[in-house]
């Protein structure tokens, strides 16, 4: 059984069509990449799988470990195992960081029926995370996201799957804003975390990111559609050719 | 002869003004008072008196053996009690060195009574009606020189139903004095009429927390008269989550160069209740510094007012007067009316003014739900932190935990019905 899977995906937003009848299968241990131009989708499609309000399915459907999410809202997705790292990550005045951290750990970690973490056992668990992440313990004390680069907060993004542990991780994007330094920071972060148990889903523009997290397999979306699938080497020729050869090629 | 219900009011506070002496500034005072203001009067628009004017209301004669019903928050305050408006030296502490109470005679009272009736406040309804009624003004003096490190309490409480009730305090700080004091409106009366006046002198400094929660049923006209000088420092932030109708005005000249006003609030609004914070600001003199940040949580059909007007006069350059109300609406039947007014006669300033209402925003939510957290657990959060940040801010940090859980004990009842 997929880990993910999505079946004929069709959405509007604002009576246009954005998704058309998007399928994808994503098993355990693999890592695919959805690269499109500006305008295919990609950010719809994260947030259509994420359960935003305003993105639900006109028909199809998606399914996490062979459940249903179709009546499932964001949190309860969530808690199930389904990890979106934002392409801009909300800023949350006067949410301090640590404990947003142990509200989102704890309530996935009930929904998982293990035990809640108590304070000192938390803050131990994240400062150890944190400084595989590079992530400062101040950072933590800060309300989250304010005031952070464009680096801390990806860094921070990343964190947050670390700590979550979720089943699929959906990365929009995750790669804008970074230079390279901390993209690869992020993308360290990111293969420390693959395995044979989960499942990532990266969506990017570029191919860049791609160096780094590298992919089992590529598809290509555009118009609300995936056009193309491959491997690896599907990537090198979106950066050699441009998106238009090959949706012209479609 | 037959009167209306509104007459009354007038006839009863004249009635109690006859207890006194006639040659009183209580004559004068009840004579000004007219009627309660018509919500054709452009401060009073937004919060109508008019129920008052159907209610049998008479001002009470405080009972000085009523019992207590407040206890001290505060380990090691000085309490200063007022019960039925009446200042009660038997349920108050002694005060330390350089700290007084007085209850103030006819001149003195005259000389307060005339501050107020030269400033902004002269109609205000408690401005007269208080000045008639109160059974006197009591006097807070901080010698100079002197940085009081207790914390002064001063708890208001008592009345009855269809009572009104008319404490009066005068809070002056000689040269570079100091103090933080926090105040507590518990009432049982119908109708509140705090009257306050501070005077700042050079270098003084006050911390002040108000804290308004008196009845259910009860209507608070608080009336706050503020004078600056040269180099003092007032901070003061006002909770409000109590009473069926609160309005907190406070009128501040800054009449000295160098001095720095900060008045934030909060309010917590459920059920059917009212509440306003009004004030206005007369920066008089060049170089001070003014800021407001209101906040507020509404559910159920309440309202919640800020009308802040800052006044900037054509000498007072290189002012800087800041305003910032943002409400969180979490009924569709609540309302947030935020007025801020700017009056800029100098030319060399910084003024700025702000105000939303809304709702919670939603990127936030589906942010804080993406992380597995509830949609409710979600929204106290996000409320808790809206509050969080003004009080940290507004608030001295050995106070920021008491003030919190005020604020929380509030919080939830709007949230445990709205979310």
């Known amino acids: 059984m997929p880990l993910l899977e999505i079946k004929n995906a069709k959405l509007k937003l604002d009576d246009k069509d954005i998704l058309k009848g998007l399928s994808l299968s994503v098993n355990s241990g693999e890592v695919h990449a959805i690269m499109g131009p500006n305008g295919s989708g990609k950010s719809t499609l994260s947030y259509m799988l994420a359960g935003r309000d305003g993105y639900e399915l006109e028909s199809g459907e998606v399914f996490l470990e062979g459940q249903s999410l179709s009546d499932m809202e964001a949190d309860k997705r969530a808690r199930s195992g389904l990890f979106l790292a934002f392409q801009y990550p909300v800023e949350l005045p006067g949410v301090g960081g640590m404990s947003f951290l142990r509200e989102a750990v704890n309530s996935r970690r009930k929904f998982l029926g293990e035990e809640e973490l108590d304070h000192l056992a938390f803050v131990k668990e994240a400062r150890k995370v944190a400084s595989k992440m590079f992530v400062k313990d101040e950072m933590l004390k800060r309300a989250v996201n304010v005031g952070f680069s464009g680096g801390e907060k990806k860094r921070f993004e990343i964190l947050q799957m670390a700590m979550l542990m979720p089943k699929v991780s959906i990365l929009d994007e995750t790669d804008s804003g970074l230079d390279v330094d901390a993209l690869k920071i992020v993308s360290d972060g990111v293969n420390e975390q693959r395995n044979e148990e989960n499942a990532i889903v990266v969506i990017t523009h570029y191919q860049r990111l791609l160096d780094y997290i590298v992919p089992d397999f590529v598809h290509i979306l555009s118009d609300g559609n995936i056009i193309k699938s491959g491997g690896p080497e599907l990537a090198l020729e979106v950066e050699k050719n441009g998106y238009v050869g090959l949706i012209n090629a479609a | 002869m037959l009167h209306n219900v509104r007459d009354n009011y007038i006839i009863s506070v004249k009635d109690h003004v006859s207890q006194f002496e006639e040659k009183s500034f209580r004559k004068l ?76 005679g006819e001149e003195d009272s005259l000389r307060c009574f005339h501050k107020f009736k030269d400033s902004n406040l002269k109609d205000h309804p408690s401005t007269n009606v208080s000045f008639s009624c109160t059974p006197s003004i009591v006097k807070l003096t901080i010698e100079k020189d002197v940085k009081i490190r207790d914390l002064f309490e001063i708890i208001y409480e008592g009345g009855d139903d269809d009572s009104s009730v008319h404490p009066a305090l005068y809070i002056e700080l000689k040269d570079k004095s100091s103090i933080t004091i926090i105040e507590r409106f518990n009432h049982l009366s119908s109708l509140i009429m705090p009257l306050q006046l501070v005077e700042l002198k050079k270098n003084a400094s006050i911390n002040s927390l108000k804290i308004f929660n008196d009845n259910q049923h009860s209507y608070n006209l608080s009336a706050n008269c503020t004078f600056l000088s040269e180099k003092s420092n007032y901070n003061s932030f006002s909770l409000i989550k109590g009473g069926l109708f609160t309005r907190s005005e406070t009128h501040a000249y800054l009449k000295g160069e160098n001095c720095n006003l900060n008045l ?27 800021k407001q940040i209101v906040r507020g949580v509404l559910g159920g059909k309440s309202t919640g007012v800020f009308q802040g007007k800052v006044r900037v006069a054509p000498d ?62 979600a929204k106290q959060i996000l409320i808790t932190a809206f509050l969080k940040d003004i009080i940290n801010e507004s608030v ?7 003030v919190f859980e005020e604020a929380e004990l509030a919080l939830s009842e709007i949230i445990s019905k709205e979310i």
């Open chain 2, 29 to 104: 005072a009840s004579n000004d008072f007219k009627s309660w203001p018509s919500p054709r009067e452009e401060t009073w628009r937004l919060s109508r008196l008019g129920v008052l004017s159907r209610k049998e209301i008479t001002p009470i004669t405080p009972n000085f053996k009523k019992q207590i019903s407040s206890v001290s928050k505060f380990n090691g305050s000085k309490i200063i009690r007022f019960v039925d408006g009446a200042f009660r030296e038997d349920l108050s502490s002694k005060l330390p060195p350089g700290s007084s109470l007085n209850i103030l």
């Open chain 2, 264 to 290: 934030n609030g909060v309010y917590l609004s459920s059920k059917n209740q009212h509440h306003d914070l009004t004030t206005a600001i007369y920066h008089d003199v060049p170089n001070c510094t003014s």
């Open chain 2, 316 to 377: 007072a350059q290189k002012t800087d007067g800041q305003q910032m109300s943002k409400a969180i609406l979490l009924s569709e039947n609540a309302i947030a009316n935020a007025k801020p007014e700017l009056e800029i006669y100098a030319d060399d300033v910084i003024c700025a003014h702000g105000a939303t209402v809304g709702e919670i925003e939603d990127d936030q939510l589906f942010y804080l739900k993406s992380r597995g957290i509830s949609e409710k657990k």
């Open chain 2, 396 to 402: 001295t940090e050995s106070m920021q935990n008491f």
